[in-house]
């Protein structure tokens, strides 16, 4: 956005951000904590008058902010545009189970998934595949407590383990027990704006992420699914959503049916790949939110890659040890174009930045 000249302000309630070393950052501003609402609430009404940015549009990026942000919404559209819908639609992203309850309702399958209210439910489990997964119902919560997206139990003995270990930490009703579905399952996401209509869309692949399987991507590709797009459009139009979006699926090889996964409701950390392949999704929203005319955007460049260069080699390093992977095939995978995550050569301080902290982002990561 920066690039087309809209001024950005950057937000975050942390100094070491490599997006405030941007030349297309016109201001940092460190706000209170997302766990401190009110505080943040008088915090970004005072900050509409005082920074003159009243009107301005607020884009959340990661969950915390997107979960404040529709629970405050009608107070803060009084000092801005607020993209984000309220929490009567959010909450069928933010928390997991309503997710997948939508989903049923509306068709679309998902894993196998068990909500237990309590320990008493772990030992009734019934009906179930091994390997499975421990996830939050509320993702960012879950990792706070657990330090992992999600735990993986081979077996029922496993399952109860995780269960007794992190007992002191999460209740069982804040966790869903889900199958692992079987084989290298990758990850596809459904990416689109929505207003009352679905008006632009973009599908890519993890490749590879961290942890593998379960995790942030750090090397994808775009792809066209068209049934993904008949997926993910449904979901939408059940919940009504308005503004950018990323929708999750894995392929289950023994029925060959997509599995919605989880759904973000914001940008996410590869959205530059659609960028790059034709489908500006934040520009769209900007302009929708100014009222400008949007034209639909249906088609995309396929095969572009994505790669988020330290986090990559990273885990290609454990992939080649483990025997996942080859050398051969980790250097044929970078070949074609690309888009990089943080390097720039019109804006390289961000980049710059990430090197010179990148022992101290791994270690609080």
Not at 345 to 354: A, M, Q, S, T, Y
Request: hydrophobic share 40%; proline share 5%.
């Amino acid at each position: 956005m920066g690039r087309r000249g809209i001024p950005i302000y950057l937000l975050h309630d942390k100094n070491f951000c490599i997006s405030r070393f941007s030349r297309y950052t016109k201001r940092f501003i460190k706000v209170p904590s997302a766990s401190n609402e009110f505080e943040f609430l008088d915090f970004m009404i005072k900050l509409a008058e005082t920074e003159h940015v009243k009107d301005w549009i607020l884009m959340p990026t990661n969950d915390a902010w997107v979960y404040l942000i529709s629970k405050h919404k009608r107070t803060l559209q009084e000092y801005y545009r607020v993209p984000t819908p309220s929490w009567d639609v959010i909450k069928f992203a933010y928390d997991k189970r309503m997710t997948y309850l939508i989903a049923e309702k509306n068709d679309i399958p998902i894993p196998k998934t068990i909500y237990p209210k309590n320990i008493d439910d772990i030992y009734n489990i019934e009906d179930i595949q091994f390997p499975v997964i421990i996830k939050g119902r509320i993702g960012h919560e879950f990792y706070k407590k657990t330090k992992t997206k999600v735990l993986k139990a081979k077996s029922f003995e496993e399952l109860v383990q995780y269960y007794m270990r992190y007992s002191p930490h999460i209740d069982p009703s804040e966790t869903i027990i889900q199958e692992v579905i079987p084989g290298n399952s990758l990850t596809y996401s459904f990416c689109s704006f929505r207003n009352s209509e679905l008006v632009a869309y973009w599908i890519g692949l993890k490749i590879r992420e961290h942890p593998m399987g379960f995790g942030t991507g750090t090397f994808a590709q775009s792809v066209l699914v068209p049934e993904l797009y008949e997926l993910g459009k449904r979901f939408l139009d059940a919940i009504n959503y308005y503004g950018i979006s990323e929708i999750e699926f894995k392929k289950d090889p023994r029925d060959g049916k997509f599995k919605l996964i989880e759904m973000n409701a914001r940008t996410w950390l590869w959205h530059t790949l659609a960028i790059r392949c034709g489908v500006d999704l934040p520009y769209i929203l900007y302009k929708d939110m100014i009222g400008e005319k949007i034209e639909p955007v249906k088609s995309f460049r396929e095969n572009v890659k994505w790669i988020h260069f330290y986090t990559d080699v990273w885990v290609a390093l454990k992939e080649i040890i483990r025997g996942n992977l080859t050398i051969r095939d980790y250097l044929k995978s970078l070949r074609g174009e690309k888009e990089f995550a943080v390097f720039s050569v019109d804006d390289p301080l961000p980049f710059i930045g990430e090197t010179v902290l990148l022992l101290y982002l791994w270690r609080t990561r």
